[in-house]
């Protein structure tokens, strides 16, 4: 079993004498905070298990380096991805699969251990070490844009160009999930960010409005 799968081990004692839940996202957690506020050059492994109050050999039962953790951050901000790779040629309806796609991705902004724009910012900031950041959201906007134009295609959707319907499904859903940020977090809370990007920008889109009810449906049974 790997030592970097979530949820999977109970952590070593923290150094304050309190068992941690979930040492592995705490680490992560520290680490972004570090990279934003002091760089990811300046931030030693030693900082990271201070700020997330560990041992640092209790750190190194949890990943291997430093670019371990930056990779773990990363993966975090994929999880909308790997969705939009999975339905962007599934057979279902498109107003399905992007519904799926931004209600995905909003939750994974809003409990990612960043601000998204505050991740956008440093990785803005350290483009060396952040570059799959960057390629990764093209990729999620062609994936998006694909769906958008078999929509078109197929019927189900307006006439749009859809890069710049791309644009703004994804300019709603990073600000919704910065008001996400403000206040009281909460699991609900989240979800129903979460449906009012997806039904929002997928409403615009379709012809027929009973396709929104119907794929805010299909995410609610999963």
């Known amino acids: 079993m790997s030592k970097q799968t979530a949820g999977q081990r109970v952590g070593r004692p923290r150094r304050s004498g309190i068992a941690g ?12 905070r570090l990279f934003a506020e002091i760089g990811y050059a300046d931030t030693t492994v030693s900082a990271i298990a201070r700020e997330a109050g560990l041992g640092q050999s209790s750190l190194y039962y949890w990943f291997a380096n430093k670019e371990a953790i930056l990779q773990a951050l990363i993966d975090k901000n994929r999880e909308s991805l790997e969705t939009a790779r999975q339905l962007v040629d599934d057979p279902a309806d498109a107003a399905a699969r992007l ?13 990612a251990p960043l601000d998204f724009y505050e991740l956008e910012r440093v ?7 952040f570059a799959d950041f ?5 990729e ?26 791309t644009t703004a499904a ?31 920008t997928v409403g615009a889109l379709v012809r027929d409005r009973e396709r929104v009810a119907a794929a805010r449906a299909g995410v609610e049974s999963v």
């Not at 839940?21 to 957690?29: D, F, K, S, T």
């Not at 799926?100 to 939750?107: A, G, H, L, S």
């Not at 990785?123 to 070490?129: F, I, K, V, W």
Request: with cysteine.
């Open 99 to 111: 519904y799926r796609i931004i209600y995905d991705d909003v939750v994974q902004m809003c409990s």
């Open 21 to 32: 839940g979930a040492p592995r996202e705490e680490i992560v957690a520290a680490a972004a």
């Open 123 to 129: 990785s803005r900031a350290q483009p060396e070490e």
């Open 170 to 200: 994804l300019s709603l859903s990073e600000g919704l999930q910065y008001r996400f940020r403000q206040g009281e977090a909460g699991a609900e809370r989240m979800r129903e960010f979460a449906h009012l990007s997806a039904s929002t």
């Open 134 to 138: 960057f390629a990764d959201y093209r």
């Open 140 to 165: 999620l906007e062609t994936l998006m844009a694909r769906v958008i134009e078999q929509g078109v295609a197929a019927g189900e959707f307006v006439a749009v160009e859809p890069g710049p319907a």
